[in-house]
Structure formats: C-alpha cells, structure tokens
C-alpha cells in the first residue's frame, strides 16, 4: 500500500516541492507542540507551588493546635479560618480535601480538624514529591520522552493525510463496482484506521504519570491494537470495526464507577440529597406507623 501509494505520488511533478512544504509544515507543528508541552508543564509546577504555599499556612496552624493543651484565643481561631479561606485558592488540593475544609470552616469540631490535618498532610507530601522530582536531574526515560511526546501532534497529522490520500487514490485505482460490498471496504477500513489514529493520539498525547486514568489508556491501547486485524486484508475491516466499537462502548460501563475522590470522606455526615430525602420519608412512614398512645 505504501509502495504503491509513493510510486503515484512520485510520478507526478512538483513532487519534491510537495513533500518539503509538508516537512516544514510538520516540523512547525513539532515546533508549536514542544512549546505547548513545556508551557503547560511550567503553568503546573508553578501552580503546584502556589498550593504548597497556600497549604503550608494552614498545615502549620493546624499541627500548633494539635500540639497545644489549651483553647484557641479567638485571634489565633480567626487565623485558622482564615488559613481554611485562603485554600479554596489552592487549586491543586482534591475536591474531597476541599470538602473537608468547607466543613471545617462551618462546624469548629476537633475531630473533623484532625481528619482534614491529616489529609492536607498527605496530598501536600505528594505535591512535594512531584516538585521534588521535577527540580531534579531528568533520568534517561524522561528525556526521551520529553522529545517524544511533541511528536504526537504531526504524527497524527501526518497519519490522518496519509490515510486520506490512499483512501482517495485507492478508490480511484479500485475496479470494483460502485454498489458492491468491496467499494465499502476501504470506507470501513478508513474509519476503523481513524479511530486508531484518534486513540493512538490520546494514549500518546496523555500525562505519564496520570495514575487515576489507567483504565481509559488500557482501553485505548485496546482499540489501537484492533487495527492489527487490517493486516490480513481488506475483509477483515468489517471485524475490526466492530470489535473497536464494542470495546469504544463497554468503556462507558468501565468508567461508570464513581472515583475515589467524588466520594465522602471519612467523617462525612452529610447525606447524598436522594439518600436523604429518602431516609426522611422512611422516618415519616415510621412515625405514621406507630399508634397514639398518649389519648
């Protein structure tokens, strides 16, 4: 297909005009994708440190509290609200951290104080983890990756114009009729390719170290696999089509669960709005229930 595909292309003229415009046009989109990368892993460091920094003050008030004997003056409460206040800038503390926090702020209880401590202390030692590492000296893998991972842009591109101009140069050289089976072949295989393509870019495109998506670039991985089946020939796109769409589907039931950080925290007493208007009419059936006996 490729032979074929560079054998057309190269008889026509102004080839080689043709094939140097898309390697610049390429090597501005590497460009344009290696600045993006190194701008958008600059605003996350930085961002990172400004939650550090919010968090530190309330961490340290926090453990001084833990630490004292006696009640908290009301100067020194008025500092720890406001240290909880100026959280809510942090942007890189969990929804769940900032759920504890909010309710820290409307009910002053001692227990919900160390739970939250306690949660502030973890996700600010993963925070500085990250920044830690990013400080230090890139090891072999993390260099090569950060030359990769640009690359992901005009790959796709490059891909996606590829299967295009076969797709169009392989209808044009096909001698088939136009209302058989066969002329809906290359159609099928094309949009199969396509979804490869499109998983193949997000599966390359996403954070190495983004744990909580591990399902998402299995399944990703998966439907980008499927495009092997094309290898055996033009019958066999029907199938591979087909079994990238059952799996692109069971993803939805996959990623259905709700995640870890969408739930209550230890200590949470707040009821769910469902859960809670079903427990009050569960209660009002009760007190219904139970005869008068006070008449």
């Given at each position: 297909m490729f032979q074929r595909w560079i054998e057309d292309l190269t008889s026509r003229p102004g080839t080689v005009a043709v094939l140097l415009g898309v390697m610049a046009v390429l090597l501005g989109i590497y460009i344009w994708s290696a600045t993006e990368v190194r701008r958008s892993h600059e605003r996350r460091m930085r961002r990172i440190r400004d939650t550090l920094y919010i968090s530190t003050a309330l961490l340290g008030q926090l453990t001084i509290q833990e630490n004292r004997n006696y009640e908290p003056s009301e100067p020194e409460h008025n500092d720890l609200i406001t240290a909880m206040l100026a959280c809510k800038a942090a942007s890189y503390l969990s929804p769940q951290?900032?759920?504890?926090?909010?309710?820290?702020?409307?009910?002053?209880?001692?227990?919900?104080?160390?739970?939250?401590?306690?949660?502030?202390?973890?996700?600010?030692?993963?925070?500085?983890d990250e920044l830690s590492r990013d400080t230090h000296a890139d090891h072999w893998g993390t260099a090569v990756w950060t030359i990769l991972r640009p690359v992901a842009e005009p790959a796709a591109?490059?891909?996606?114009?590829?299967?295009?101009?076969?797709?169009?140069?392989?209808?044009?050289?096909?001698?088939?009729?136009?209302?058989?089976w066969e002329s809906i072949l290359p159609w099928i295989r094309a949009v199969s390719l396509m979804i490869t393509i499109i998983y193949g870019y997000l599966l390359w495109a996403s954070p190495r170290r983004d744990k909580p998506r591990t399902v998402f670039k299995l399944l990703s991985l998966v439907i980008a696999l499927c495009s092997l089946l094309h290898l055996i020939g033009f019958d066999a796109a029907p199938y591979a089509l087909g079994l990238q769409l059952i799996i692109?589907?069971?993803g939805f039931a996959l990623n259905g669960t709700r995640s870890r950080s969408d739930r209550p925290y230890a200590g949470h007493t707040e009821l769910e709005p469902t859960k809670q208007t079903s427990t009050e009419m569960e209660v009002n059936t009760r007190r219904k229930s139970v005869p008068n006996t006070d008449e």
């Open positions: 951290l900032q759920d504890q926090i909010r309710d820290c702020i409307k009910e002053h209880d001692p227990a919900k104080l160390g739970l939250m401590h306690r949660a502030l202390e973890r996700e600010c030692t993963v925070l500085s591109l490059a891909a996606t114009g590829f299967l295009v101009t076969d797709l169009v140069l392989g209808q044009r050289m096909l001698d088939v009729p136009v209302d058989s692109f589907t069971s």
